[in-house]
């Protein structure tokens, strides 16, 4: 006996919905696919075994970490440089002087220190570096402090938005009160 027309209605309904949500999830999860030593707990802590520049640093895990939310001013030549050099108007040893700045204050901010990493929505960009928020294990959240102090701008780079907002209000006041990069 075969199933009504009612039934198999359903039926292709639910299965609709099904392979729905698991289209869903896999779109949700493929950005987020950790090797084996990047799955952790919040308690997790990792030392920054280098400060690469004032947004990225490498882990004791072996990991590239670049900061969510946040970009600095670059060292070292690179197409990046020669962009913001253009886009700025400022000359590249400018661009580069400001750089150093950023890169020493991250140093004395983090540098061996111990951090805990926290993700948005994508888990690495293009290069294959994680991408997080970091924390000290004081509790300082690292990118925030580096908005606040003045030695990074935002870098909104959708879907990671989580505290786009809190980042642009810290940018703000950091260029009112002319701290660090935004000094005359």
């Not at 919905?17 to 950005?31: D, E, F, G, P």
């Not at 939310?69 to 670059?74: C, L, M, R, S």
């Amino acid at each position: 006996m075969g199933l009504s027309f009612k039934m198999k209605k359903e039926l292709k309904l639910i299965n609709a919905v099904v392979l729905a949500i698991v289209t869903l999830l896999y779109l949700s999860a493929r950005n987020l696919v950790f090797t084996n030593n990047e799955k952790q707990t919040a308690n997790d802590f990792f030392l920054v075994t280098k400060v690469v520049d004032g947004d990225t640093i490498n882990l004791s895990d072996g990991r590239k970490v670049r900061l969510i939310g946040v970009d600095t001013p670059e060292v070292g030549y690179s197409k990046k440089l020669l962009r913001d050099s253009k886009k700025s108007g400022q000359s590249i040893k400018t661009i580069q002087a400001l750089g150093r700045k950023a890169s020493d204050f991250a140093k004395k901010l983090y540098a061996g220190k111990r951090v805990r990493l926290e993700y948005d929505v994508e888990g690495k960009d293009r290069y294959g570096r994680t991408l997080a928020y970091v924390y000290l294990n004081n509790g300082l959240f690292v990118n925030a402090e580096l908005i606040k102090e003045g030695y990074a701008q935002v870098m909104t780079v959708t879907p990671n938005v989580k505290f786009s907002d809190y980042f642009l209000k810290l940018q703000k006041e950091a260029r009112e009160a002319k701290r660090g990069l935004w000094k005359d």
